[in-house]
């Protein structure tokens, strides 16, 4: 089964291509440069120097966020046109998912963290299985689509305060890991206020098209895969929108 996977939830707009569980390549751009120039650009380049057409794609996955509005309808957008227009299946991850199972072997608490301004953060806690047994290690995605093997959740999707986290961080008296690009801007606070707490070499930070990618494959080879009206989900009400509601108070 050959798959493409797309995450714009943040800046970065990353591709990967990937055929049974196997990466075969992926582009991963980490700038300002607007998701809707360049995504399509990207897409068509991983399939050209992979000697593929979008004819060859089984299916498609993409990040539902949380994340950027703009970005997620963007991405959404995209994989929903290639989708419909191919008659190929799509699912759609979280890209807080994505960033945990890069860590997924870490003893302690994960926490991916993408910033969501106004010192805020969207998150998720997770336990990793880093005490997999050598018969468990030998399981994959392909029968595991709820990533048990490789994760545990313990707080669901949410959109937090710094200190709110950090809070409920300090309650589980665990060791703790951050990942994500939320580290951008609270690496230096959280190492002042929380203590036991750890964190990944900086390139990992990125969400991955690829992590995303061995998720979304799992659930699309067992016949897991969105309906039309699938949308990213956003955690928090858009700025103006917001902005508007306090005006009409």
């Not at 998701?35 to 050209?48: G, Y």
């Not at 997770?126 to 490789?150: A, E, F, I």
């Not at 979304?216 to 509601?245: H, T, V």
């Amino acid at each position: 089964m050959i798959t493409l996977a797309v995450d714009s939830s943040s800046k970065v707009a990353t591709v990967a291509l990937m055929k049974d569980g196997k990466l075969l390549g992926e582009i991963t751009l980490n700038d300002k440069k607007e998701h809707s120039v360049i995504l399509m650009t990207i897409i068509e380049t991983l399939l050209n120097t992979n000697n593929m057409s979008i004819n060859d794609i089984d299916g498609y996955v993409v990040s539902k966020g949380p994340g950027s509005f703009t970005g997620l309808r963007i991405g959404m957008a995209t994989i929903k046109g290639l989708s419909f227009g191919s008659g190929k299946p799509y699912v759609s991850v979280s890209s807080l998912d994505a960033l945990a199972l890069s860590v997924a072997n870490f003893d302690g608490i994960i926490c991916p963290i993408m910033d969501a301004l106004r010192n805020s953060v969207y998150t998720s806690l997770y336990r990793g299985h880093s005490n997999l047994t050598s018969s468990s290690k030998t399981k994959d995605l392909d029968t595991n689509t709820d990533l048990q093997v490789y994760l545990e959740k313990l707080l669901d999707y949410s959109a937090l305060d710094m200190d709110e986290l950090i809070e409920i961080i300090k309650s589980k008296n665990e060791k703790v890991i951050f990942i994500g690009d939320g580290l951008d801007k609270y690496k230096d606070y959280l190492i002042e206020n929380c203590p036991n707490c750890f964190f990944p070499p900086n390139h990992l930070n990125l969400v991955r098209a690829s992590s995303l990618g061995e998720i979304g494959s799992s659930l699309l080879r067992n016949g897991i895969f969105d309906n039309s009206d699938s949308s990213p989900f956003y955690l928090k009400k858009p700025q103006a929108e917001r902005e508007y509601e306090q005006r009409m108070k």
